[in-house]
């Protein structure tokens, strides 16, 4: 419920055409107020590579993946996109230890994230065309912080709120023999928690 409109309801007076410009103005309030999606932060001018630029696609896949740094070992996020660009790979959003999230490729754009894979029950291959990619930062023996894993759940359930998701998949699933992501990470938990 947005408690703005109540502000304007002690204003009987007040023209009706200044209350409505007021109101649209105010509309970011009420929106901020029904959300508990954290703050993402704008990546994808740092983003040059791992991706292809479109404009329409359907979306009904999220894959969830796990990223280290490795030289040296380190959760920094610098750290996983020098390598994502080494590799030209890229998720669409990276989720830090506290909790930040990162948009690296807008949702709009197919990431590179997946590789050769099938999604489990179907004949799908082609799954960045119809993914959205998300890297949380684990290793196989440092499962997700508290905060990391709140983050993951808002931005899925945001993520569902807007596009029709049939396949909540871990990099695991769709390339069991080549792939063991997202490592350390209690899925059974989360996917209650993002039911
Ligand atoms: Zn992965």
Redesign the pocket.
């Known amino acids: 419920m947005c408690k703005v409109g109540f502000l304007f309801s002690i204003f009987p007076l007040v023209k009706r055409i200044h209350l409505i410009l007021f109101s649209s103005g105010f509309a970011w309030l009420c929106n901020a107020q029904t959300s508990d999606l954290p703050n993402i932060i704008d990546y994808t001018g740092k983003v040059n590579y791992g991706y292809q630029a479109k404009e329409n696609r359907d979306i009904d896949i999220i894959?969830i993946?796990?990223?280290y740094y490795v030289n040296p070992d380190s959760f920094l996020v610098s750290g996983v996109m020098k390598q994502y660009k080494q590799y030209g790979v890229s998720p669409h959003y990276i989720i830090d230890r506290e909790g930040n999230i990162y948009l690296t490729v807008a949702e709009k754009n197919i990431a590179f994230?997946?590789g050769s894979g099938k999604l489990p029950g179907t004949d799908r291959t082609a799954i960045n065309a119809n993914s959205i990619g998300i890297?949380i930062l684990t290793t196989p023996t440092n499962p997700p912080t508290e905060a990391e894993l709140n983050a993951l759940v808002s931005l899925v359930k945001d993520i569902k709120a807007r596009h029709p998701i049939e396949h909540l998949v871990r990099?695991s699933d769709i390339a069991p023999n080549r792939?063991t992501?997202?490592w350390a990470f209690p899925w059974e938990q989360f996917l209650q928690m993002a039911d």
Do not use: L
């Open positions: 894959v993946h796990s990223s994230h997946a890297e990099h792939k992501d997202p």
